[in-house]
């Protein structure tokens, strides 16, 4: 027992100690500065590298008008509260929190500072200053389980995920949906290991699937350490938030990747606009949040065309792969031939089709 | 279920495995010495940017082995300055080191964030080290055939050289030792560089053969179950040897369990099972020998001679 506490309090201590760094300096007084508090560095080509993107995008649109600030590492815990209360009282009349674990601290400082705008990420709780908004990750699955489900020799996919969480259940669901469209025996194995980020477990919970028999993985944690494991083996895989195809050059199909460049450029306009509003925004493929990456040369060109078509049916409104008739694991009905889950549905969504196997 | 089938899941296993098993076998040395160092996560992460660093520099992973080894025993020689010569409190000292260790492959890393280097990967000919049942001897980086060796050679020093018997002599007693002429401080500090050595090399096998990158924080806690492996292990080399295995093939068993849709437990207690193994050897030594059991006299103790 004494270790797992040593163990815990120094995860505590070792996240406070990598010391947030204010990115950049703040000088102009006309000018309307922004902030965003990230989770991770923003080197770790994935879910903060995303994000930053999104910022670097707006000083790329809006130029001298705008200011940014950025404070990386802040750990999802009280110490989130002070980092995002130092960008506001840098001046900030715009702060976007980008992780789920920002949710209570943004509403808590918030609070405290009335007429700053407030943006968090992936979260449900909203105020007069407090805007949520969130993107639909899964509609990018859909195309990856169509590739999947086309090139898959063995019809056995693993999926490699975190938690089980709504943004993964969905990511599952999407992909699992996708995949038995093209090929209807198509089963999909899940491994949840508990975390986001842990390099050596991705691996060899990758090693496991394969050696299950799996030779297509799409992965829901954040390593690019599974990619480099199917670049190995010679199989397959995607990438996550951020085209990873650098390492994996043959194992790399494709990836979803994040675009919140517009997003972040239409708020930050809104406010210097006066007309600035809560919201609870959740985009896709259509406003261009969901990208997907250049296919590899592997994708043979009827993949590509099945995998365009998704895309394009996103964009145009006409395809949804929560569409009735949908199974659960257990092979009950839950979906209706033709009905469609509503978004505040898939927003909860806590139950897995069938095709899935999963341990818990 | 094919021979093949298991030869896989054995070299998962070693995969898991070996990195845990060469840092515990540093911090065992380390302890044996009468040191505590916590700060294993930290020099493991030292030296996987140092290990990959040097791959990406010299494009020689037998060279970036070597500065894996030399940067975990430096920041380890920081660790015993404190500890040695300044006498600060050696568990306070080995957290820093980590919190340390964690920050500073962070910042050296910035640069190698999203590069990839060639894996070090196996020595021998493709026949049998990609052969389907003979990779499961022939398939490993030397890294691996390296750690089993030191198993033998550490568990041989201690047991059978008088140098060892000093090392032990010295964490059992160490006003004893030093009243009769041995300097307590020095062999603390050679088992302390040691151990950061080894731990640098466990930590270079994350970024140079399982995932041959760097990514900040990519050891994600084997430091801790390597400091939990010394304990279970009861401070005995070969007990830490299989006892690596041992938790190697609980973590394959999460996973395995997790793939094939099989579950009787929930996975946190898979996770929890190599400090629950620890906490339960831990119990059974404590009621079979008196006095803590094999564990060094002196461990975590400041030398505070009389004069």
Known sequence: MAILTRRDFVKAAGAAATLPILGSTAKAADKLKVGFIFLGPIGDYGWTWAHNKGRLAVETALGDKVETLYTENVAEDASAVPAIRDLANAGCKLIFTTSYGYMDQTIQVAGEFPDVKFEHCTGFKRADNV?????????????????????????????????????????????????????????????????????????????????????????????????????????????????????????????????????????????????????????????????????????????????????????????????????????????????????????????????????? | MSVEFFVAAIVTIVGLSTPILLAGLGELVVEKSGVLNLGVEGMMLIGAIAGFAASVVTGNPWVAVVAAAVAGALSASLFGFFVLTLNSNQVATGLALTIFGTGLSSLLGLNYTGRIVMQFGSVFPPALSKHPIWQVLFGYSPIVYFAIIMVGLVSWFLGRTRSGLILRAVGENDLSAHSIGYSVIGVRYAAVAFGGAMAGIGGAYFSMVITPMWAERMTAGRGWIALALVVFAGWRPGRLLWGAYFFGILMALELYAKASGFSFLPSQFWAAMPYLMTVVVLAIISSRESGGGNAPACLGKPFLPAN
């Not at chain 1, 050696?211 to 199989?235: F, M, R, V, W």
């Open chain 1, 131 to 360: 805007s949520t908004y969130n993107s639909k990750f899964h509609e990018g699955r859909a195309v990856l389980g169509t590739i999947a489900g086309m090139m898959s020799k063995s019809g056995k996919l693993g999926y490699l995920g975190s938690y089980k969480v709504p943004e993964v259940v969905l990511g599952v669901n999407s992909f699992t949906l996708a995949a038995q469209k093209k090929n209807p025996n198509a089963t999909v194995s899940l491994v949840l290991i508990d975390s986001w980020y842990d390099p050596p477990k991705e691996a060899a919970a990758t090693e496991t699937m394969i050696n299950l028999g799996d030779d297509i993985i799409t992965t829901h944690t954040d390593s690019p350490g599974p990619l480099q494991i199917l670049e190995q083996k010679g199989l397959y895989g995607f990438g996550q938030g951020a085209d990873m195809s650098q390492f994996a050059p043959h194992a790399h199909l494709t990836a979803i990747e994040d675009i919140w460049g517009p997003y972040y450029t239409e708020r930050t306009q809104a406010v210097l606009d006066g007309t600035w509003k809560s919201t609870d925004t959740w985009d896709g493929f259509k406003e261009g949040t969901v990208h997907i990456s250049p296919y590899n040369s592997a994708v043979p060109a009827d993949v590509q065309k099945a995998a365009d078509e998704i895309q394009q049916g996103y964009k145009d409104g006409k395809f949804n792969i929560f569409t009735g008739p949908i199974y659960a694991q257990d092979g009950t009905l839950k979906v209706k031939d033709g009905e469609v889950i509503a978004d505040a549905d898939l927003a909860v969504m806590d139950w897995f089709v069938k095709g899935v196997s999963t341990a818990s």
